[in-house]
């Protein structure tokens, strides 16, 4: 309830609000002993103002009948000490009224295109400031990722990349050994051959065994030329326990296609990138599968047991045959038991004459006389690991099944028989600045377009003095 501090509006005193008259002075019956306000004498005045009465009351509970305002230093100083305060300057926004347009708003500061470009480019850097800051932080993201070993220890690790499960090896040296003498063009592609291998294999975290392939004296009654594939595959199992998967490279081998790792061209979909039946292809005329009514069902079925996980030797076939320049071995128990009897002196004292290509004559002997061979042998295509250059398997000219093809990016080049008539370093040579062109970034792009438009004009300005 508000009370009015008008004077009372009634002659004689009195007020108009029923809280301060009561309606029930005028009835019957016992009523409160107690004046009427407006009959209360205040000093000896009757009828006073609401002002007199209140200073009557305060007397009587002993207040003072005025109240101290502005007597305090800081009450009667106030406006002196805001004034000596420091002033800043907000950009012209007056914050006086809570009404202003500047008010806790963004306000265009300036006028003219300038004003007009700072407020636009306040607005949308605003907006877009979380975007800016998570795409910044994956950009810093991904160069420390590839700046720094993370990425090497992320592509190597078993649960992640998984690269520390292959081991390339690669034979080197080759006729190094007491048959002849290496020349500068042999060390040449030697060189090229390694140095393509080891930047393959720390970029996807392989391991990289290089092979000492001299001629040596494995017996004392023997030598064993070009027969230490299958000792140095048992050898790197031994050195590797951890490896699943051993990848053979010829040494006049290049990889053209560094950024393809095994995981994503092959071993990602096996089953999708092999095929188990030699019919498919078959060059050599295999029967298969055997015919025999006293074999089991998977030594009679075409495709094995086609469970790509039982799958534990990957070749490929060439225009004659198996081709052991690049192929796959997997470590398991049937292939302890290959290379046992791959390495067989006794079948190699009796055959070795016969066997004009050596293990791989041997290992198609194997795959031809043998059952338990074929189960766990899958082929792949030729250009998926081991592409021909022209000259190779070169009698009917060039076949899309065996030679390389720069349109479809083929992975790895094999200059297989270069040492026979043909020139092993220029091919090797001519496919590795190949490969350089293909896997350029874009600014290596950028500058060899610009390079060779300068010397074009710079040709033509030449003829053009000349004429």
Known sequence: MSLSRSPSPRHGGGWASPGLTSP?????????????????????????TWSSVKA????????????????????????KISSSLPRFNLGGRNYAEKEKLGRGRWKQSGGGRFGRLKTFCGNVLRKMKLRLVVALALFLTVILFYTTPISSHYRRASFLGGGSKFVVVLAANQGGGVME????????????????????????????EIVDMSTKKRYAHEWRESWEKVDTMRNCMRKYPKAEWFWWLDL????????????????????????????????????????????????????????????????????????LGSFFLHRSSWTDRLLDIWWDPVAYEQKHMEWEHKEQDALEHLYTNQPWIRSHTAFIQQRKINSFPPGACGDHGE????????????????MAGCEWGRDCWGEMYNYRE????????PWEKFKDSVQVKWKVTFEKKKEEKKA
Request: charged share 25%; aromatic share 12%.
């Open 24 to 48: 029930f002075d005028t009835m019957g019956g016992s009523s409160s002993p107690r004046k009427k306000y407006g009959d209360i004498e205040t000093n000896g005045h009757e009828n006073g």
């Open 56 to 79: 009557h009351s305060d007397e009587v509970r002993n207040y003072p009948s005025f109240s101290t305002r502005n007597t305090g230093f800081f009450s009667r100083n106030a406006r």
């Open 181 to 208: 003498w290496k020349g500068p063009r042999e060390w040449a592609i030697e060189r090229d051959s390694v140095k393509n291998k080891k930047k393959y294999v720390e970029r996807w975290g392989y391991d990289l």
């Open 252 to 323: 006049n081998t290049f990889i053209m296609e560094p950024s393809y790792s095994l995981q994503s061209h092959i071993f990602n979909d096996i089953a999708k990138n092999t095929y188990r039946d030699v019919n498919t292809y078959n060059p050599l005329n295999v029967t298969h599968p055997f015919p025999h009514e006293h074999l089991d069902s998977i030594s009679r079925s075409a495709i094995g047991d086609g469970d790509p996980h039982s799958i534990d030797l990957i070749i490929p076939q060439d225009c004659g045959g198996f081709n």
């Open 399 to 414: 076949d899309s099944r065996f030679h390389y093809s720069e349109k479809d990016r083929d992975f790895v080049v094999n």
């Open 434 to 441: 190949l490969s350089n062109k293909l896997n350029r970034n």
